[in-house]
């Protein structure tokens, strides 16, 4: 059974800090491209950080700069990081953790529960 947990939101003033982790189970890490999404009320889900192979992928201009993204293995615990600065109301999501293959043709995708980021003074 496949499982991603995120942890790691909650309330924050801006220019602060966060770190998120997400904990993936169920599914062979080094196989998928993780990624990081969140969706403001009202707004679509947007992609704000990804990594594939251990390597990042371009930021979008919204977050490049301030959002860094990382994965680390320990213990045979796999975790994805997405560690946040300079935090912006505009920030302000519910976060989501994303694991992506494509397998035989097919999409193979998973998402977590998600954890709520609140910017605000």
């Known amino acids: 059974q496949v499982q991603l947990v995120e942890s790691g939101g909650g309330l924050v003033q801006p220019g602060g800090s966060l770190r998120l982790s997400c904990v993936a189970s169920g599914i062979m890490f080094s196989m998928y491209g993780m990624a990081w999404y969140r969706q403001a009320p009202g707004k679509q889900r947007e992609l704000v950080a990804a990594?594939?192979?251990?390597?990042?992928?371009?930021?979008p201009d919204s977050v490049k700069g301030r959002f860094t993204i990382t994965m680390a293995r320990d213990n045979a615990q796999n975790t994805v990081y997405l560690q946040m600065n300079s935090l912006k109301p505009e920030d302000t999501a519910v976060y989501y953790c994303?694991?992506?293959?494509?397998?035989?043709?097919?999409?193979?995708?998973?998402w977590g529960q998600g954890t709520q980021v609140t910017v605000s003074p």
């Open positions: 990594i594939t192979s251990g390597e990042p992928t371009n930021y």
């Open positions: 994303h694991a992506l293959r494509f397998n035989n043709g097919a999409v193979e995708e998973f």
